[in-house]
């Protein structure tokens, strides 16, 4: 017999994020870093902000402990990367339990963050920056 997971995408900048809740697990956040190595999200990340970040849907929905994480993130920083993880769980704990869309939502953990960077436009140094001006 199969292992019931639920999924979510999280997108946050550039970074994207494949998150799979395990149920009846000790609430252990695992990444998948490459096709058959896994390491701890403490390991990974290393600061204890990010790792309050990737919680904070457990914490409003009460699912502390209940469930195991194992995601794959590729792409932006570890902020970015802790942002889009956060963002996979709220959804796939809707997967597990569309009664939490009325606490997951009121807490702004289903609305995508799209800002992304500006792009950098021809003649100019960056984004909104110009060359500076010389009159003589």
């Known amino acids: 017999m199969a292992e019931i997971r639920y999924y ?44 309050k970040i990737m919680e904070q849907p457990f914490n409003i929905t009460g699912t502390n402990g209940r469930f195991d994480v194992l995601c794959t993130v590729k792409g932006g920083g570890k902020s970015a990367q802790a942002d889009a993880i956060k963002y996979g769980i709220a959804k796939a704990l809707l997967a597990f339990n569309p009664e939490l869309r009325p606490t997951l939502k009121k ?8 800002r992304i960077k500006e ?3 021809y003649g100019q140094r960056g984004a909104r920056a110009r060359y500076q001006w010389s009159k003589r």
């Not at 697990?25 to 902000?49: C, D, H, M, V, W």
């Not at 807490?107 to 799209?114: C, I, N, P, V, Y």
């Open 119 to 121: 792009r950098k436009k």
């Open 107 to 114: 807490a702004g953990f289903l609305t995508r963050d799209a």
């Open 8 to 51: 979510g995408t999280g997108k946050r900048k550039t970074a994207i994020a494949r998150v799979w809740l395990i149920p009846n697990g000790q609430g252990n956040i695992t990444i998948k870093i490459s096709k058959n190595k896994t390491i701890s999200a403490p390991e990974y990340f290393g600061r204890l902000a990010l790792l």
